[in-house]
Every structure is written in structure tokens, then in C-alpha cells.
């Protein structure tokens, strides 16, 4: 069987893997020959809880939002409007899920995404602070996705995302309802 090989401005990706679905996209562990890479198609799946526009162009200006604040995160390496994906560096280690389930959250995780909030919410911005959306290498924390909103209290990470960051009924719940 054939391995399946996305394009990108030209450029073929072969896909490893699938690494996850969101709200806007597609995920996939690809390879352009030399290095891995994630490359994220766009969807146009319907998704109850989130209204969009032009995805395509959200996540650029996401992008560019977040790098203006100074949020680590992964380089945008090429995008193709036409296609509807994006070329990403890939940041290789676990998720922040991946350690709350083996319940082996470390302080300096909680410190590193209070420092993410405090760049953040003077900028009037928040992210999805869902724990699958962040992984640890080398000890620092990295955003991976390129999603952030204006900020509202209800959203941001005190009031919503921690509820995720540790083993509690709202962690426990997501995980018995998604099969984990």
C-alpha cells in the first residue's frame, strides 16, 4: 500500500500518522524527506460549540497574534490557501493530557502557562488551554495549536482550562466519555 502524500505549495508530505482532529482541522505527523513535520488540513466539519469564518485565514492571523505576544509554539513553515493546510514545525514529546492521565503533572508546568497567561491577557487574548494542545520538550511547555481568542474570564485559564490540568471530575468525565 502506498503511503499517502500530501502537497503543500507544491511540495509532497508523506503522512506518518494521524496526531488528533480539532475544531478547524486535521493534524498529521509527515515527513517532507529531511525532517518531520505536522501538516493540518483544514475541515469543514460542523462543530456544535464553535463558530467559524475563513479557518484558513484564522489560523494565520492566530499565528501571527501569537508570535507578536511571544508565546512558544511551533514555526509556521508554509502555508497553501488553496489546499486549506498548513506546514508546521513539529515539537516531538508527550502532551500535557499524556501527563495528567499517568498523574505526573510537574509544578513547573502550572508555572510556564501562568507565564503564557500573563503575556496573554495584556494582549486581550486567550488560547484553548485543553491539555492536548500543549507538549512538553525538554521541560518547556509549547502551544501547539495556533487558535487564540479574545480574552474572555470564563475561557481563560483559571477559570476553565485548569479544570483539564489535573485529575479532576472534568478530566475524569472527558476521559471515560472519549474512550480513554
Request: charged share 25%.
Amino acid at each position: 500500500m502506498e503511503p499517502e502524500i500530501l502537497t503543500v505549495n507544491g511540495a509532497p508530505y508523506t503522512i506518518l500518522r494521524l496526531l488528533g482532529k480539532g475544531k478547524g482541522g486535521y493534524s498529521y505527523l509527515a515527513s517532507d524527506g529531511l525532517r518531520e513535520v505536522v501538516v493540518k488540513q483544514i475541515h469543514h466539519e460542523p462543530c456544535s460549540y464553535y463558530q467559524f469564518g475563513d479557518k484558513m485565514q484564522a489560523e494565520l492571523h492566530d499565528y501571527q497574534r501569537l508570535r507578536e505576544v511571544g508565546i512558544r509554539m511551533p514555526l509556521l513553515l508554509s502555508a497553501d490557501g488553496q489546499a486549506e493546510r498548513i506546514v508546521k514545525e513539529y515539537i516531538a514529546g508527550d502532551t500535557v493530557f499524556d501527563y495528567v492521565r499517568r498523574n505526573e503533572m510537574q509544578p513547573a508546568f502550572f508555572s510556564q502557562i501562568r507565564e503564557m497567561c500573563a503575556q496573554l491577557y495584556p494582549a486581550g487574548l486567550n488560547i484553548d488551554y485543553f491539555p492536548t494542545n500543549f507538549v512538553v520538550r525538554d521541560g518547556l511547555l509549547y502551544y501547539i495549536d495556533f487558535e487564540c481568542n479574545g480574552y474572555q474570564v470564563q475561557w481563560d485559564f483559571e477559570h476553565w482550562g485548569i479544570k483539564y490540568w489535573s485529575r479532576t471530575l472534568e478530566f475524569q468525565e472527558y476521559l471515560r466519555s472519549h474512550g480513554g
